[in-house]
């Protein structure tokens, strides 16, 4: 059974940083593509970044230039980098999974990141 780990969310002030990192039960090399979504309150659900099993990378507009994720295949971690962190980035942070195709299948619990202004 898959199981995804997501740690690492905390509160911090604007112009921060905070990693989060995402652990799987199984080798990362299963999947095709791992990625970070963020859910604000009152918001519908976002891709933050996504990684693929090549190393290709892809990130939401809003983040671009503050936040880079990375992967382990040795660990079977999906890490997100974030810097200067803005108080529109406060959400749940989860990571995700998928094999081949385009649904995110496995999900982790979500951690909270909370920007203050």
């Known amino acids: 059974q898959v199981q995804l780990v997501g740690s690492g969310g905390g509160l911090v002030q604007t112009g921060g940083s905070l990693s989060l990192s995402c652990a799987a039960s199984?080798?990362?090399?299963?999947?095709?593509?791992m990625a970070w979504y963020r859910q604000a309150p009152g918001k519908q659900r976002e891709l933050v970044a996504l990684?693929?099993?090549?190393?290709?990378?892809n990130y939401a507009d809003s983040v671009k230039g503050r936040f880079t994720i990375s992967r382990d295949n040795a660990k079977n971690t999906v890490d997100l980098q974030m810097n200067s962190l803005k108080p529109e980035d406060t959400a749940v942070y989860s990571c995700?999974?998928?094999?081949?195709?385009?649904?995110?299948?496995?999900w982790g619990q979500g951690t909270q990141v909370t920007v203050s202004s």
């Open positions: 990684i693929t099993s090549y190393g290709d990378t």
């Open positions: 995700t999974a998928r094999g081949t195709g385009s649904i995110w299948r496995y």
């Open positions: 199984v080798s990362i090399l299963s999947f095709d593509a």
